[in-house]
């Protein structure tokens, strides 16, 4: 049993529920697995042993009464260090929150729990979430177990990390501008932010959030299948009334035509000659399952959704951003914000009015797009994952990284539903490459993106599990 780690959360789920295997068992298994690998990638900061084993005695104790245990019966998962967990700090990367903790759950570890998921730990992120790059100084460097030379991605780079190297069956994270599907792409996992409105959010242990947050930021999974990716995204829809925006909207929508657009530089976008290769790749496994699949070269604005979006989520409450970076004294956090000073520190009310109306302009601009075609195949990024720190090395460096991550950041803003499908590697200037796709479909249709993503997943190599070396 000490290679249950290995099985999928739909397997390992199944086998439970058969009682064919204990949670206990697979807690077990999951916290051995922990223990091997994480000193080497530091994508998990925070677990309790103890706590995780009372967790998966719970569910093997309703299965005995002959209660139902819920959709990830016993299946081991992380969560994020940004959400709230009961006893647990909500540090969000960050000093000045090491000793905020929590006095209740968030929607989604509650949601998780009541779906029958055993928390085995908290995964790291950057200081305020704010870059595509993963280490603070409260709980250090996240390390990619793929190659180390590379960024784990960001914000949500201890989840990707941590599903990567078998660490869980399934990892939560939040996207606001990529911080899901970057990390799952530059891990080589699969990764899926939903639309807003469609995963129940709330933090009781801070402040409520700005509006640019609110309407920006959700929650989501990282999985290793994209059948996982499905269960763990029914399991963390469930409804709670404590966050205003969530849909009570179902999880398939009506049949659409087999037709997709795939459009392989958005606005210009550079894209690398590798990620090109598994954009056409990946439209011919469409191809052959039937579909449609038309090549553009224009779509609906995504530069200028891109350009709004950081307005919109960082002018709202830009100066206390730049306050707590500079108190917390993170180096990353500043050279972001610092990076962005221009498009954020200019807003008043009347610009921030209009960022608005035109969000109302563009997202109908999308949703008449998705009507004629259902599902949009786009690079994640420009680039194949950046070296590590790359947004450090300089002003232009910097700029880099912000250019090519367009497409990431430009789908928030009309609170689309985005999936990082992995599709094998490729080679960098740093080595051994994860390389993916993302396909994006229309609001609540995150149905598509995982009917398209699982042809895509079933062309190729499965997902293997990386064994970062120690060091």
């Given amino acids: 049993m000490s290679d249950l780690w290995r099985l999928s959360a739909v397997e390992l789920a199944t086998l439970v529920r ?224 404590r966050d205003p925006w969530w849909v009570p909207a179902p999880l398939t929508g009506p049949d659409v035509p087999k037709r997709a657009a795939l459009c392989l530089n958005p606005d210009g976008m550079d894209t690398d000659p590798a990620i090109v290769k598994a954009l056409q790749e990946a439209a011919r496994r469409l191809s052959e399952a039937g579909w449609t699949v038309d090549t ?34 993170d180096r990353g956090a500043l050279v972001a914000l610092a990076g962005q000073r221009d498009k954020a520190a200019s807003a008043d009310l009347t610009s921030f009015s209009a960022v608005l109306t035109r969000r109302a302009t563009l997202t109908r601009l999308w949703e008449v797009f998705f009507a004629e075609y259902p599902v949009l195949l786009l690079p994640v990024s420009a680039e194949l994952p950046f070296p590590d720190n790359l947004d450090l090395q300089g002003d232009a460096a910097y700029a880099r990284v912000w250019r090519a991550q367009m497409t990431q950041i430009g789908l928030p803003f009309m609170g689309l539903p985005g999936l990082s499908v992995a599709m094998g590697s490729a080679m960098s200037s740093a080595g051994p490459s994860p390389v993916g796709v993302q396909v994006v479909a229309g609001r609540f249709r995150e149905d598509l993106c995982l009917a398209a993503g699982e042809i895509i997943e079933a062309g190729g190599e499965a997902v293997g599990i990386a064994e970062p070396a120690l060091r």
Wanted: proline letters at 7%.
């Fill in 18 to 241: 058969k009682r064919e295997v204990s949670a206990v068992q697979a807690a077990q298994s999951a916290l051995q697995r922990l223990d091997a690998v994480n000193p080497a990638i530091n994508a998990v900061v925070d677990h309790r042993p103890e706590d995780v084993l009372a967790q998966a005695a719970e569910v093997d104790a309703a299965l005995a009464r002959g209660e139902d245990p819920g959709l990830l019966a016993g299946v081991p998962v992380t969560v994020k260090v940004n959400v709230d967990q009961a006893g647990f700090a909500t540090t969000n990367g960050v000093r000045l929150q090491k000793d905020l903790i929590a006095e209740r759950n968030s929607p989604v570890v509650d949601n998780l729990r009541r779906a029958g998921a055993v928390i085995v730990g908290r995964t790291n992120t950057p200081a305020f979430s704010l870059r595509w790059f993963t280490g603070n100084a409260l709980h250090g460097d996240t390390r990619n177990p793929r190659n180390p030379a590379l960024t784990p991605g960001g914000s949500s780079g201890g989840a990707a990390s941590a599903v990567a190297a078998g660490i869980g069956h399934l990892a939560h994270g939040t996207d606001i501008a990529g911080s899901i599907r970057y990390p799952a792409y530059a891990c080589g996992v699969h990764g899926l932010r939903p639309s807003l409105g469609r995963v129940a959010a709330y933090n009781a242990a801070l402040p409520e959030r700005s509006i640019g947050g609110q309407i920006t930021a959700v929650s989501g999974p990282l999985g290793r299948t994209i059948a996982d990716i499905r269960l763990g995204l029914a399991a963390l829809a469930a409804p709670d009334p």
């Fill in 296 to 329: 553009l070269e224009a779509i609906p604005p995504m530069q200028e959704a891109a350009d709004l979006q950081i307005r919109m989520w960082m002018a709202d409450g830009y100066d206390a951003m730049v306050a707590a970076a500079e108190k917390e004294g």
